[in-house]
């Protein structure tokens, strides 16, 4: 199993960049893929998710944070095997490492239920 982050990178506040999680080795059907982010000195937080098609409640809905709400968004490509997180309106605060993680938990459980990671995507907004 393999989870690849790529698209990071660096921009002036009000930019966008789309964030990419390639994904190996499972069937997304069946798992819940979340992107987390962790600024430096700071805990790792969760940033966006997206449901897996099967054994769900809510197959294929997403969350999202409040302090990204509207700016950010989540999707997936089955076929590619991809999830993308398209961050638009970026502000110096989202300056932080961006991981992609999968579950076969839900969206709403816990990050020690994501126990599969990718090696993260390192974001720098700054002007």
């Known amino acids: 199993v393999q989870l690849q982050a790529s698209g990071g990178g660096s921009v002036q506040p009000g930019g966008s960049l789309r964030l990419s999680c390639e994904i190996s080795?499972?069937?997304?059907?069946?798992?819940?893929i979340a992107w987390y982010h962790q600024a430096p000195g700071k805990e790792r937080v969760g940033v966006s998710c997206?449901?897996?098609?099967?054994?769900?409640?809510?197959?294929?809905?997403?969350t999202v944070a409040d302090s990204v709400k509207g700016r950010f968004t989540v999707s997936i490509d089955n076929a590619k095997k991809t999830v993308y997180l398209q961050m638009n309106g970026l502000k110096p605060e989202d300056t932080a490492v961006y991981y992609c993680?999968?579950?076969?938990?839900?969206?709403?459980?816990?990050?020690?239920?994501?126990?599969?990671w990718g090696q993260g995507t390192l974001v720098t907004v700054s002007s």
């Open positions: 080795g499972l069937s997304l059907r069946h798992y819940a």
């Open positions: 993680a999968a579950s076969l938990a839900s969206c709403i459980s816990p990050m020690s239920s994501f126990g599969l």
């Open positions: 997206i449901s897996g098609s099967d054994g769900s409640a809510y197959p294929g809905s997403t």
